[in-house]
Antibody, heavy 122, light 109 residues
């Protein structure tokens, strides 16, 4: 059974750095063509893809946010960590981690975490 | 960057209706296109991948088609549980970047 769970602060202040951890089970990030991604959704708005890390440690970032994002993995702990620097109120959103099946040509997200709401406010 | 445009942004329909949602890419993306369903307060759910392949466990009333820049998601006979928001998502770019459409909210007429 595949599960993913996001953890991190619910509230951060402007200019602070956000660190989110995705802890997963039911699969391994050392398995070929397995990947984990972070996706966010501001309240009442559309989904926005942020970053992805592949089984071979390749990393990809949203063009518009790449200067602020870092994604990393700890395969032994089954965890993926996302850091986002210089947080602003517009970064208030529910942040999801998700599994991506790279063996399918369109790299779909087949499992999602429940999401964690992060509010940016002083 | 590739932009994904969904239409309509909202849609009212009745149980039993046939509904089609469209998604256009700003450049050709072959069949690198997925569809998701999201209900309020819940994470999205994968419906269709590679433009037309039905995800395991998804009812057959959902279908996807298209290639290149124009894609559609069709629900052949709406059920009560289908009222939700639908998103398309592309994964064609090199270097890899995934882009979601703006969403289509489907509600009861």
């Amino acid at each position: 059974q595949v599960t993913l769970r996001e953890s991190g602060p619910a509230l951060v202040k402007p200019t602070q750095t956000l660190t989110l951890t995705c802890t997963f089970s039911g699969f391994s990030l050392s398995t070929t063509r397995m990947s984990v991604s972070w996706i966010r959704q501001p309240p009442g708005k559309a989904l926005e893809w942020l970053a992805l890390i592949d089984w071979d440690d390749d990393k990809y970032y949203s063009t518009s946010l790449k200067t602020r994002l870092t994604i990393s993995k700890d395969t032994s702990k089954n965890q993926v960590v996302l850091t986002m620097t210089n947080m602003e109120p517009v970064d208030t959103a529910t942040y999801y981690c998700a599994r991506i099946r790279r063996e399918y040509s369109s790299s779909p997200v087949d499992y999602w975490g429940q999401g964690t709401l992060v509010t940016v406010s002083s | 960057d590739i932009q994904m445009t969904q239409s309509p942004s909202s849609l009212s329909a009745s149980v039993g209706d046939r509904v089609t949602i469209t998604c256009r890419a700003s450049q050709r993306i072959s069949s690198y296109l997925n569809w998701y369903q999201q209900k309020p307060g819940k994470a999205p759910r994968l419906l269709i991948y590679a433009a037309s392949r039905l995800q395991s466990g998804v009812p057959s009333r959902f279908s996807g088609s298209g290639s290149g820049t124009y894609f559609t998601l069709t629900i052949s006979s709406l059920q009560l549980e289908d009222f939700a928001t639908y998103y398309c998502q592309q994964s064609y770019n090199t270097p890899q970047e995934f882009t979601f459409g703006g969403g289509t909210k489907l509600d009861i007429k």
